[in-house]
């Protein structure tokens, strides 16, 4: 399976600043997500980061808010724009496997934010 | 979004106990993907499920894909206090030509040693 870092680990932020947060895979992957966990909450895809091209989002995410980029097959980003309390979440970054593995989905270790 | 409900919400057992919890949907799913959630920590893959009816085992779990392609089954046996964090299915669904997994709602388990 891939190992995914991602940066900050953590963050307290004030409302109304952005954050980007950084996904590092150690492999090339076609695939890469960005999820979104709530308080005490299940795992909301925001987005599938798609390298070369504008990411897809699910309904209820918009780009202005969480504008994302996919530079290469190993690296994206995701910015929380213009925060509120409400974007107090972690936020995590996911791939699916390569080849046979591909019906797999593995997770980073998550960006915990706290919007003041 | 859709989200998968998963029985029981939250569970108390004392070390050494089998636990046994399940995923449900109203959709068909082709894959089931079990996970482990730990405090500060992101999901982690346990288990992969691919054909109905599939029994399969990593260690003291057990997970099997229901023949309904509905819903899904973990199973541990002899807890241990480690085996304490939030479990979470996820199902397979193809939306508008790509595949995406929808998340359950998650069953926290406790273990008392």
């Known amino acids: 399976s891939a190992v995914i870092s991602q940066k900050p680990s953590r963050d307290i932020c004030q409302r109304g600043t952005s954050l980007t947060i950084q996904c590092q895979v150690d492999s090339q992957v076609t695939m890469m997500f960005w999820y979104r966990q709530q308080p005490g909450q299940s795992l909301t895809l925001i987005a599938t980061?798609?390298?070369?091209?504008?990411?897809?989002?699910e309904s209820g995410f918009v780009i202005d808010k969480f504008p994302i980029s996919r530079p290469n097959l190993t690296f994206s980003t995701l910015t929380v724009s213009n925060m509120s309390p409400e974007d107090s979440s972690i936020y995590l970054c996911?791939?699916?496997?390569?080849?046979?593995?591909?019906?797999?989905?593995?997770f980073g270790p998550g960006t915990r934010l706290t919007v003041l | 979004g859709q989200q998968l409900n998963q029985s029981p919400q939250s569970m108390f057992i004392q070390e050494g106990e089998d636990v046994s919890m399940n995923c449900t949907s109203s959709s068909i799913f082709n894959t089931w993907l079990w996970y482990k959630q730990d405090p500060g920590e992101g999901p982690v893959l346990l288990i992969a499920l691919y054909k109905a009816g599939e029994l399969t085992s990593n260690g003291r779990l057990t997970a099997q894909f229901g023949i309904t392609r509905k819903d899904s089954f973990l199973n541990i046996s002899a807890s241990i206090p480690s085996d304490v964090g939030i479990y979470f299915c996820a199902g397979q669904e193809r939306v508008s030509g790509t595949y995406k997994y929808i998340f359950g709602t998650g069953t926290r388990l406790k273990v008392l040693a």
């Open positions: 980061a798609n390298q070369g091209s504008e990411a897809t989002y």
């Open positions: 996911s791939v699916r496997g390569e080849g046979s593995g591909y019906n797999e989905q593995f």
